[in-house]
C-alpha cells in the first residue's frame, strides 16, 4: 500500500471515531439475507463493514450489495454487543470503506477501546 493511500485511510479512521462519537450512531448494510460482509484486504478472515454516516454506507448499495439498505446501529450497542460478537466470532472491522473497498481493517476490541476513551 503507498504512502499518500496509508494516510487516507487512517484520516477517514480519524474521521469515522470523531463523526461516531459526535452523533452516537454507527451504520451498516443490511438486506433480507443479513448483513454485508466482504473478505479482508491481508487476512483470511471476513470483515464487517461501517461508516460513519448513512450518506457513505448508501454509496456501496450497488453491484452485489443492490439489495441491501443502510441500517444504524447505536454506538452503545455496536460497542457492547456487535464488537464482542464479532471478536468472539474472529471478524475484523471495515472502517469507513471506500468505493473499491478500501479501508482500514481493525481488530473488533480495538476499536471498542477506541471508541470508549476520550479523545
Known sequence: MGLHLAADLNANYARFLHRVRETGVVWGLKSVQGWAICPSNGHTLDVIPFWSDQAYAKRHCVNEWSSYRP???P?????????RGMHSDGELVGVKFSAELAGVEVDPLALA???????
Do not use: N, Y
Not at 454506538?75 to 464488537?83: A, Y
Not at 477501546?113 to 479523545?119: A, H, I, Q, R, S
Open 71 to 73: 441500517a444504524s446501529i
Open 113 to 119: 477501546k477506541e471508541l470508549t476513551v476520550d479523545p
Open 75 to 83: 454506538l452503545e450497542e455496536f460497542v457492547g454487543v456487535w464488537l
